[in-house]
């Protein structure tokens, strides 16, 4: 496995120099920031008073998450911009070496000086996956928030279990999907302390902010346009699926449509959470729960989506536990991993825009959703738009798929299983 990530690793180092240089001063990896700037917005209007949500808080981005996150970003309205982006980009790296650590640790592997080799030979591999990218070239939280969850429910005192969700959805909602995994698993304990800390962060944005806060949850809240478009390619939820393909939409889909598909798609993924839970597979479940809670959410950045993190990790783990050289057959295997990278990657192209003027500019963009072209484009293109449109939600849907076939999801449900076998602790190959 070190050897794997290794050359991951290389490949991913190449990539950034040469095809998405790393000291672009626009594409670069941590070259653009603009959400860490938004971020630092909101805590400058929340230390000197000003409106959080009414107005923009930088240029013309307006502050999109809850009370509670302003006032735990407050800090960074100490600093300087550029030292906030600093810090902010290299607690990052931090999340994402913890999130890979952490993750190793829940398959049972031992730490020692390949355990450490891997980690950061993976977590430079990752990098040239979409979300990964994205989250560090926008400054955005996505990374924290799963360190978070998949932190929180990993420590072995169940009695704090739920405390990490709690926080993690008091920031940004979406994470409050966990709730109901807690449930169907009957980690009763875990989902009463994430709903009352949830509540919690609830009370002191109410407390602090009073009338801001009031209006987020009586108002603000609902106003998804202030995220973005929803027909947006980088919407990865079913609803912005939706949107870029139902022309009826006009930007926007019918909640006939919508709704109703999300609460198939959250119970399917719920169910394959629950199945892989029942296996003894709790990496697994989380991931599938939080790749759940981006599809069903109304708005999903591709960035959202760094659950790829842990698929990935899982995905390459079982494939070199299960290869056999003597059985070709299992080498399909890798069919997976391969999946994965292939809908996640920063796949790189350019696009051709015409300003108002009249001028050309060129522009790049990453991301397999990126390749979106018109309608009017030829029939043979519409299967690369269906893939290119709803590239994430096709993954989730393969993984579901999958984890109920090897966890056998039917067995899951009529008997009792053992969710937490005897897994022996092994070293990283």
Aim: with cysteine; charged share 10%; glycine share 8%.
């Amino acid at each position: 496995m070190v050897v794997l990530a290794a050359v991951g690793a290389l490949l991913i180092v190449a990539w950034q120099i040469w095809v998405v240089p790393i000291n672009h001063p626009v594409y670069g990896l941590f070259n653009m920031n603009i959400d860490t700037r938004v971020y630092r917005g909101g805590a400058i209007a929340v230390w000197d008073g000003h409106p959080l949500y009414n107005l923009p808080v930088y240029k013309v981005w307006q502050f999109t998450y809850t009370p509670f996150a302003a006032i735990i970003l407050v800090p960074l309205a100490w600093m300087p911009e550029h030292t906030a982006q600093f810090v902010w980009n290299i607690g990052n790296v931090m999340c994402l070496l913890a999130l890979v650590g952490v993750s190793l640790r829940s398959l049972r592997f031992r730490i020692d000086g390949r355990f450490i080799a891997f980690t950061v030979l993976f977590a430079i591999t990752v990098i040239g996956l979409e979300p990964v990218h994205t989250t560090f070239w926008n400054g955005q939280i996505n990374l924290v928030l799963a360190l978070m969850v998949i932190g929180d429910q990993m420590r072995r005192s169940e009695r704090l279990r739920g405390i990490g969700i709690g926080l993690a959805a008091g920031i940004k909602l979406t994470p409050i999907f966990f709730t109901a995994y807690l449930i169907i698993t009957k980690q009763w304990r875990a989902a009463v302390t994430a709903v009352t800390v949830f509540i919690g962060t609830i009370l002191i944005g109410l407390f602090v902010l009073r009338t801001e806060a009031w209006n987020f949850w009586t108002t603000t809240l609902t106003e998804t346009g202030r995220i973005g478009p929803l027909d947006h390619p980088a919407n990865q939820s079913l609803n912005g699926f939706f949107a870029r393909l139902v022309p009826m939409g006009l930007g926007h889909t019918p909640s006939w449509l919508w709704i109703p598909t999300g609460l198939v798609v959250g119970l399917l993924g719920l169910w394959a959470a629950f199945a892989a839970h029942k296996a003894g597979q709790e990496l697994l479940a989380l991931t599938i729960t939080g790749m759940t809670s981006c599809a069903v959410s109304p708005f999903s950045w591709g960035h959202h989506w760094v659950w790829v993190v842990p698929l990935l990790l899982i995905a390459v783990t079982y494939c070199v536990e299960r290869t056999d050289r003597r059985r070709p057959l299992t080498w399909l295997w890798w069919a997976a991993p391969v999946a994965v990278i292939g809908l996640t990657f920063t796949w790189w192209h350019r696009v051709v825009t015409v300003t108002p003027s009249g001028h050309e500019r060129l522009r790049f963009t990453f991301g397999v959703f990126r390749f979106i072209r018109a309608p009017e484009g030829p029939e043979w293109e519409l299967p690369f738009r269906l893939i290119g449109s709803g590239a994430y939600i096709l993954l989730l849907l393969l993984v579901i798929a999958v984890t109920l076939w090897v966890c056998d999801g039917w067995r899951a449900i009529r008997f009792n299983a053992n969710s937490t076998p005897s897994t022996p602790v092994t070293e990283v190959q």
